[in-house]
Nanobody, 126 residues
Framework: QLQLVESGGGLVQPGGSLRLSCAASGFTLDDYTIGWFRQAPGKEREGVSCISSRADRTNYADSVKGRFTISRDNAKNTVYLQMSSLKPEDTAVYYC???????????????????WGQGTQVTVSS
């Protein structure tokens, strides 16, 4: 059974950091483009970042550029999202998704993702 499991969310003060993990079971992540998405209450889900399956090429939403870093550890079958300088507006449920892109050297959070995790809550508040 193909499964993605997110972890690492929690409550953090503004300016703080968190590292989210997206662990896969039932398949190997290195064949897949992985995206991170978030959904705040009353808002639509938005793409945050993605990493390609080859050459680890990345993309970021403008709102998180310079603050978030996506990376993968294929040996651990896990993708990470390091979040720094967190702001209250980063508060949301964060999800990871997996997809196979025809172009393995490219990623986009605007494309269809086939597999999803259950999400992890991130709350930024003082």
């Amino acid at each position: 059974q193909l499964q993605l499991v997110e972890s690492g969310g929690g409550l953090v003060q503004p300016g703080g950091s968190l590292r989210l993990s997206c662990a896969a079971s039932g398949f190997t992540l290195d064949d897949y483009t992985i995206g991170w998405f978030r959904q705040a209450p009353g808002k639509e889900r938005e793409g945050v970042s993605c990493i390609s399956s080859r050459a680890d090429r990345t993309n970021y939403a403008d709102s998180v550029k310079g603050r978030f870093t996506i990376s993968r550890d294929n040996a651990k079958n896990t993708v990470y999202l390091q979040m720094s300088s967190l702001k209250p507006e980063d508060t949301a449920v964060y999800y990871c998704g997996a997809a196979i892109f025809a172009n393995r050297y490219y990623c986009s959070t605007g494309s269809r993702y086939d597999y999803w995790g259950q999400g992890t809550q991130v709350t930024v508040s003082s």
